[in-house]
């Protein structure tokens, strides 16, 4: 018996210790966000084509993704704290305007990554990549890439990048108020962990503020 309370002493002691701690594991973003949907509590993956990490992230977030309950919005937008960055956030956008960003978004990644045949800081090879991937005309796909609906979206992700006080990529905002990142959270499965504990104590603070007065 003295033993089973010893252990379970330590398990309790593991637990607090393992709890996501404010300042190391995740923190304030530099700047409130606006989210897309007040309802909802929401997720931005800021990431880069170019960034390994990114690479890596994409099978454990894609399978957390599919588990999210009903009241949690995910969505990527592409890091841009540099124009060294720009010819793959421009790339995401415009596959997204064409509508081949599901069916290229990961072969991206391959490209860059595993076959090492695309430099992701060249928006003419990224240009041809596309284009050669989709099966769509060139000059189409160049339209997207210059588009206005793209650079008013580049401006969009540059500035919620600073406002979030990112320094690097992949990182998570949750619900424009909290970021994490692999490198604060010690690994991508660390972060997205790090982002359930975080949305949990939102969705509480949701339920006591809508909860009625008691008298």
């Known amino acids: 018996m003295k033993k089973l309370l010893t252990a379970l002493m330590l398990l309790a002691s593991f637990s607090v210790m393992a709890e996501p701690q404010m300042g190391k594991d995740f923190d304030r973003t530099a700047q409130t966000i606006n989210t897309d949907n007040p309802n909802k509590i929401e997720v931005i993956e800021l990431f880069w084509y170019g960034c390994g990490h990114c690479h890596s992230m994409e099978t454990p977030i894609n399978a957390w993704v599919k588990k999210l309950p009903a009241d949690v919005a995910f969505k990527r937008v592409p890091g841009l704290p ?3 960055w720009a010819p793959m956030a421009k790339a995401y956008y415009a596959m997204e305007t064409l509508g081949v960003l599901e069916k290229l978004h990961t072969p991206l990644f391959e490209a860059i990554h595993t076959k ?6 060249d928006e003419k090879a990224a240009i041809n990549w ?3 991937q989709s099966g769509l005309d060139k000059r189409k796909v160049e339209e997207a ?3 206005f609906a793209t650079n008013t979206s580049l401006n969009r992700a540059a500035n919620i990048f600073r406002s979030s006080g990112a320094t690097g990529v ?3 905002i949750i619900n424009g108020q909290f970021i994490t990142s692999s490198t604060m959270a010690g690994n991508n499965d660390a972060a997205l962990k790090t982002a359930d504990y975080i949305i949990a104590n939102i969705r509480a603070d949701k339920a006591r503020a809508a909860a009625p007065a008691k008298k």
């Open 170 to 172: 992949p990182s998570l």
């Open 145 to 147: 890439f210059g588009s």
């Open 130 to 132: 596309v284009t050669q």
């Open 82 to 84: 540099h124009q060294a």
């Open 116 to 121: 090492k045949s695309l430099n992701p800081t």
